[in-house]
Every structure is written in C-alpha cells, then in structure tokens.
C-alpha cells in the first residue's frame, strides 16, 4: 500500500473528498493544490494511488471544516478512466470508513487504520477490509440483435445490458446464466469473460461477459425490469452512458455484428 512518504501539507496534490457517493470538485475539475491552500486537514488523508504521478489524497467530507460542493461520481464518467478509476476508490473508501463503524466480532468501535487502508477494532484488534460486492454483467446476442433491458429506477428510459449479483456458491459463468434466465427467460451459451470495472455505487465489483441466446423467448421479470427486448443495432434506443462497462459491453456487440456481415 502507498503512504504517506513525500507528500506534506505543501505538496500539491489530487484530493478527493467524499460523501456517500459524491465527490468534491472545483470548477468541475478534481482540486489539483496543497491541503494548506486549500484549508483541508492533513492528517486525515491518506494517499490512495498516483494520477500522471502526481499523488492522489482521499479524504472524508466529514473531516472538512467548511461548506464543499459535492457533485455524484456519476456525473464524473467522462473524466480520463485512470483518474475515475482513482476517484471511484476514494468513494469506496469512503463508504468503507461510514458502513464499517463498529466491529463485526465483538461490537467494538472501528478506527481507520491508515497504514492498511482499513478499519480496525478499538477492543478485539481486528482488521475488518472494504467489501466487495461481486456483480456480473453481460451482453447477449442473438445473430443481429442484443438483448437490452429497461429498469425502472433509470428515469431516462434508458436500456442496458444484464447485471446481477454473484451468489455464495455460484461460479461466474452460473451466475452469468442465472441472472439472464431469471430476468427474460433466455437461455445463453458461449459465455466469455469480457473484462471489468470497479464501481463504487456502493462497492461493487462488475465482471462482464458476452454470452450468445440459446433458446427462449422474452419474458421478462416485471419486479426488476420495465422491459426486455431484442434490438436491432441500427435501432438501438438511449443506453448506459460512456465510461461504463454496460456501454463498452454494447458497443463491442455492434462491432462484432458488423464484423459478421
Ligand atoms: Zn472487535
């Protein structure tokens, strides 16, 4: 783990300061400055990565004395990835220090063990690491067509690929199988891992896949989703936004369409 080393309370540096799921930023940019000038406190932060090698600082907004404006991490996808990958891990962080107060052994109250990166019981000594929740995420294709879902929680009527949950006991390719199924009623195959994106809302961990329809037909899950249903890619409706994986998932389906033809 990185610490503290150089940096001082001169030193410019990233800071990113958090509240649930959103972010300090300045002018719509990431303050770039030292703790001093910018009236933080030092030794609450602690030095989460390097970004362009420069030091990047986390720091809770409970720490800071005065009035931020916080904006969400979501609105921050289009940053440069290696710096939201930066600032997403602060938010992890963050939720960390405020969901991991008191000790699951024994009910004693938790410090943040700045040498870890962790919480550490005040009675029992244990170190209790961030959570992670393991989420999978996967595009279907059917010859010319995607499968693209409607949840109901996204106001703008956008459609996505499928995610779920991992369970205990389940490999991701069940997983992955699992969840498409329950959603629509579609069975899969040729299931290949694609690659992944932390993100932070709270702390999860998606791992995506492509997979190819097998059998069935459409009937989705109206609990979890408004709609499912088979898109054609030169009529594809308003999907996840730039900087995910749901996005990345989709537009390497269009492309291997493409390729086919
Ligand atoms: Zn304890």
Same mark, same amino acid.
């Given at each position: 783990?990185?610490?503290?080393g150089d940096?001082?309370? @001169?030193?410019?540096?990233?800071?990113?300061?958090?509240s649930?799921?959103? =972010?300090?930023l300045?002018?719509?940019e990431?303050?770039?400055a030292?703790?001093?000038?910018?009236?933080?406190?030092y030794h609450?932060?602690?030095e989460?990565?390097?970004?362009?090698?420069?030091?990047?600082?986390?720091?809770?907004?409970?720490?800071?004395?005065?009035?931020?404006e916080?904006?969400?991490?979501?609105?921050?996808?289009?940053?440069?990835?290696q710096l939201?990958?930066?600032m997403?891990?602060?938010?992890?962080y963050g939720?960390m220090?405020?969901?991991?107060?008191?000790?699951? +052994?024994?009910?004693g109250?938790?410090?943040l063990?700045?040498? +870890?990166?962790?919480?550490?019981?005040?009675?029992?000594? @244990?170190?209790?690491?961030?959570? =992670?929740?393991?989420?999978?995420?996967?595009a279907?294709?059917?010859?010319?067509?995607?499968l693209?879902?409607?949840?109901?929680?996204?106001?703008?009527?956008?459609? @996505?690929v499928?995610?779920?949950?991992?369970?205990?006991?389940?490999?991701?390719e069940?997983?992955v199988?699992?969840?498409?199924?329950?959603?629509?009623?579609?069975?899969?195959?040729?299931?290949?891992?694609?690659?992944?994106?932390?993100?932070?809302?709270p702390?999860?961990?998606?791992?995506?896949?492509?997979?190819?329809?097998?059998?069935?037909?459409?009937?989705?899950d109206?609990?979890?989703?408004?709609?499912?249903?088979?898109?054609n890619?030169?009529?594809?409706?308003?999907v996840?936004p730039?900087? @995910?994986?749901?996005?990345?998932l =989709?537009?390497?389906? =269009?492309?291997?369409?493409?390729?086919?033809?």
């Amino acid at each position: 783990m990185l610490k503290k080393g150089d940096i001082n309370r @001169t030193r410019a540096a990233y800071w990113c300061v958090v509240s649930g799921s959103d =972010i300090w930023l300045q002018q719509g940019e990431l303050p770039f400055a030292s703790s001093d000038s910018l009236g933080l406190p030092y030794h609450s932060a602690i030095e989460i990565g390097r970004y362009q090698d420069e030091p990047v600082m986390w720091l809770n907004e409970s720490e800071v004395e005065h009035e931020l404006e916080l904006v969400s991490l979501r609105d921050c996808l289009s940053f440069d990835s290696q710096l939201f990958l930066l600032m997403s891990k602060a938010v992890q962080y963050g939720h960390m220090s405020q969901t991991l107060r008191f000790c699951p +052994q024994c009910g004693g109250r938790n410090h943040l063990n700045h040498n +870890q990166l962790a919480m550490q019981c005040g009675e029992c000594r @244990t170190l209790h690491y961030p959570r =992670i929740f393991p989420c999978i995420i996967v595009a279907v294709r059917k010859q010319n067509q995607i499968l693209l879902a409607q949840h109901p929680r996204h106001r703008n009527g956008m459609y @996505t690929v499928i995610a779920g949950f991992l369970e205990v006991g389940e490999t991701l390719e069940q997983c992955v199988a699992r969840e498409v199924k329950e959603e629509t009623g579609i069975e899969v195959n040729n299931i290949r891992y694609f690659g992944s994106q932390p993100w932070a809302f709270p702390s999860s961990m998606m791992m995506g896949f492509v997979a190819d329809y097998q059998s069935g037909q459409i009937k989705p899950d109206y609990s979890e989703l408004s709609d499912a249903r088979w898109f054609n890619i030169d009529a594809l409706p308003p999907v996840a936004p730039q900087g @995910t994986i749901a996005r990345q998932l =989709i537009e390497y389906t =269009i492309e291997q369409i493409k390729l086919s033809h």
